[in-house]
């Protein structure tokens, strides 16, 4: 389970169409299961940049709880390239699809080991 403040889900669309019709990717950190900072990425190959991340996430005491990306025209669904990618334990996974313009969908996996686990969404104020 995740929980998202609705300020960050709408920004993570919103960083989603900006960078339309490429993918866009970034981290959210915060405590518990609670997002509460989201940093944007330059480089959607970012080994380097994950890990530098989360040196600054855990000096403020926050751990990274997600790697997102944006799908510009498929659904909300890992991609076999996902699951392969998708090398750091405990953290999951987050896919804004703008696959149909009008009504972006935000949805959270946890891949362990190429298995994919759908992860509850909550949205808070
Ligand atoms: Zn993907």
Known sequence: MLN???S???DLIAHAREGFPFEVCGILGGTDNT?????RMTNTDASNEHFMMDKELR???????AIYHSHPETPARPSAEDIR???T???STVIISLAEADNPVVKSYRITGGSVDPEEIILNL
């Open 35 to 39: 997002v509460s900072a989201t940093y």
């Open 4 to 6: 998202i403040p609705i």
């Open 8 to 10: 960050i889900h709408d």
């Open 89 to 91: 334990p405990n953290v």
């Open 59 to 65: 000096a403020k005491g926050l751990s990274m709880l």
């Open 85 to 87: 990618l998708a090398l």
